[in-house]
């Protein structure tokens, strides 16, 4: 039901910041909670953050805590990930991913929308 695009990713020197979008269509995004996920060269795909359908709760993984915010607004269809401090080794592909529900996060096989991805490579 929910189509994702990704958007704002890029090349910036560590210590930097870069902020993601994630548009969504539909008329129900916000019945979805929403997270952002990323896959390094020769890694597997991780969970970053995640954040509930209406933003009152967020989830993120420990790399990214007090550096990374996760956001949403639903008049608009978008979450945001906002990355400051970036080091070398967030370098990956950032995607938005939807699933029905209301918590923060869910493994990642239950996410049922993904988008393309936007890459994000950060220098030393």
């Known amino acids: 039901q929910v189509q994702l695009v990704e958007s704002g990713g890029g090349l910036v020197q560590a210590g930097g910041s870069l902020r993601l979008s994630c548009a969504a269509s539909?008329?129900?995004?916000?019945?979805?909670?929403m997270g952002w996920f990323r896959q390094a060269p020769g890694k597997e795909r991780e969970f970053v953050a995640g954040?509930?359908?209406?933003?009152?709760?967020?989830y993120y993984v420990d790399s990214v805590k007090g550096r990374f915010t996760i956001s949403r607004d639903n008049a608009k269809n978008t979450v945001y990930l906002q990355m400051n401090s970036l080091k070398p080794e967030d370098t990956a592909v950032y995607y938005c991913?939807?699933?029905?529900?209301?918590?923060?996060?869910?493994?990642?096989?239950?996410?049922?929308?993904w988008g393309q991805g936007t890459q994000v490579t950060v220098s030393s």
């Open positions: 954040i509930s359908r209406r933003g009152g709760s967020t």
């Open positions: 539909g008329r129900t995004f916000s019945s979805y909670s």
């Open positions: 991913a939807g699933r029905g529900g209301s918590s923060s996060h869910y493994p990642q096989h239950e996410y049922d929308y």
